[in-house]
Nanobody, 123 residues
Framework: QVQLVESGGGLVQAGGSLRLSCAASGHTLSTYATGWFRQAPGKEREFVAAISRSGSTDYADSVKGRFTNSRDNAKNTVYLQMNSLKAEDTAVYYC?????????????????WGQGTQVTVSS
């Protein structure tokens, strides 16, 4: 069983940056694929970014070029660096882990989820 704990959310002005962290315990995260998803009020959860077991990354078009997904194997942690934030990035951000190891944009593929961290971007 993997436990995931997100941190790093907060309130930032449009154009600013935040770095989200997702620390894992109970299993080596580098053997899993991990994903970031977000859910804004009244909207469905949507894919943001993912990194496969091999380290390849995938991004939603809405964040490509602004967000960077990375993994620190020594710290068993994945990060989401978010730059040039926009008001529409406001949401609760969740990290998730998929034991199959290949990244996916489908939330149903992910077995383990963190509790989420709030990101609010003021315009």
């Amino acid at each position: 069983q993997v436990q995931l704990v997100e941190s790093g959310g907060g309130l930032v002005q449009a154009g600013g940056s935040l770095r989200l962290s997702c620390a894992a315990s109970g299993h080596t995260l580098s053997t899993y694929a991990t994903g970031w998803f977000r859910q804004a009020p009244g909207k469905e959860r949507e894919f943001v970014a993912a990194i496969s077991r091999s380290g390849s990354t995938d991004y939603a078009d809405s964040v490509k070029g602004r967000f960077t997904n990375s993994r620190d194997n020594a710290k068993n942690t994945v990060y989401l660096q978010m730059n040039s934030l926009k008001a529409e990035d406001t949401a609760v951000y969740y990290c998730a882990a998929d034991p199959l190891g290949s990244s996916s944009r489908l939330s149903s593929r992910y077995m383990y989820w963190g509790q989420g961290t709030q990101v609010t971007v003021s315009s």
